[in-house]
């Protein structure tokens, strides 16, 4: 089955700063990647998501690359703000037996100090 | 409209007593999931619900798991006599399954605590 490996675990930037999160992966069938974020106490909410046919998604201050040879993608977040602060989870799954159930990543504590 | 609602949002309990766990999906979406996060864990998915299909339960730690979805609609997790280790947070999620991937909507989870 897949797995799915996510660095660092905590992250602690300053405002303003950028932050970045590596995933890697382990199966080469896997073909979605999505990001989602959790604030205290709520559920995983999506933010971005990525496909195998693509390398670079952007969506504002949020951008996920794709190596889809090296089996890492990574969530890249600009101009930090005190609301980014949140757990953050990457997540890799591809068609199996017809049902689409991603794998997740053990997930990154993201600090912005104001 | 509404979204992934869960109950109870906390629930403690005596190891060795049974306890079950409700999830109402976003109406409309036909596959379900169940998922545990442990403290500093990432998400361990537990079982998959999808329309009328048998239900995939390769995730289910224990036969002392076990999960139900009557009428495509209502989900409910139950554990018999807890333990400890089943302390967690039980997440459920919903998605509009209409071939691929689709985003999965999460409820804010069930807090269970074994004492």
């Known amino acids: 089955g897949e797995n799915v490996e996510q660095h660092p675990s905590t992250l602690s930037v300053q405002e303003g700063d950028s932050a970045v999160i590596k995933c890697t992966y382990s199966?080469?069938?896997?073909?979605?990647f999505p990001w989602y974020k959790q604030e205290l106490g709520k559920g995983p909410q999506l933010i971005i998501d990525?496909?195998?046919?693509?390398g670079e998604k952007k969506d504002q201050r949020i951008a996920v690359t794709l190596n889809k040879t090296a089996k890492h993608f990574s969530l890249h977040i600009t101009e930090t703000q005190p609301e980014d602060s949140a757990v953050y989870f990457c997540?890799?799954?591809?068609?199996?037996?017809?049902?689409?159930?991603?794998?997740f990543g053990r997930g990154t504590s993201l600090i912005v100090h104001p | 409209g509404a979204g992934v609602s869960q109950s109870p949002s906390n629930k403690v309990t005596e190891k060795g007593k049974d306890v079950e766990l409700r999830c109402d999906p976003i109406?409309?979406?036909?596959?379900l999931y169940w998922y545990r996060q442990s403290l500093g864990q990432g998400l361990e998915f537990l079982i998959y619900f999808q329309g009328n299909s048998a239900p995939d339960k390769s995730g289910l730690p224990s036969d002392r798991f076990s999960a139900e979805r009557t009428g495509g609609s209502v989900s409910t997790l139950t554990i018999q006599r807890t333990q400890q280790e089943d302390s967690a947070v039980y997440l459920c999620a919903s998605s509009l399954r209409t071939g691929g991937y689709n985003e999965q909507f999460f409820g804010p989870g069930t807090r269970l605590t074994v004492l």
């Open positions: 997540a890799a799954g591809g068609p199996s037996g017809g049902s689409y159930i991603p794998t």
């Open positions: 199966d080469s069938a896997s073909n979605y």
């Open positions: 109406s409309g979406h036909t596959a």
């Open positions: 990525i496909r195998s046919n693509v």
